[in-house]
């Protein structure tokens, strides 16, 4: 089991820059796989960036492509999200999860493909 822990998110005004950090507990965080998703107000979750185990594969949704780097230090046992050129629009609260029995390489987009989640973590876009 591994537990995971958000952190970094604020307040912003539109065109700055965020970096999200997630922490994860126990000693084999380089077997995960690791994605991001965000919930804003009112919607359902949406995927928003994934990386593979070794860090060396990654995958963007259209909306942050260019403007959001997902990368992983397996010595910390961390994940994180650089968020910049943020807008309105990326107001959420923002989720890592981890997927346990990930294969070398691979990227998951789908919600139902993790099964960890950390608690979240806030961010405002003020425009």
């Known amino acids: 089991q591994v537990q995971l822990v958000e952190s970094g998110g604020g307040l912003v005004q539109a065109g700055g820059s965020l970096r999200l950090s997630c922490a994860a507990s126990g000693r084999s965080f380089s077997m995960y796989a690791m994605g991001w998703f965000r919930q804003a107000p009112g919607k359902e979750r949406e995927f928003v960036a994934a990386?593979?185990?070794?860090?060396?594969?990654?995958l963007y949704a259209d909306s942050v492509k260019g403007r959001f780097t997902i990368s992983r230090d397996n010595a910390r046992n961390t994940v994180y999200l650089q968020m910049n050129s943020l807008k309105a629009e990326d107001t959420a609260d923002y989720y890592c999860a981890a997927n346990r029995g990930s294969l070398y390489g691979s990227i998951y987009v789908r919600q139902t493909e993790y099964d960890y989640w950390g608690q979240g973590t806030q961010v405002t876009v003020s425009s």
């Open positions: 990386i593979s185990r070794s860090g060396a594969n990654s």
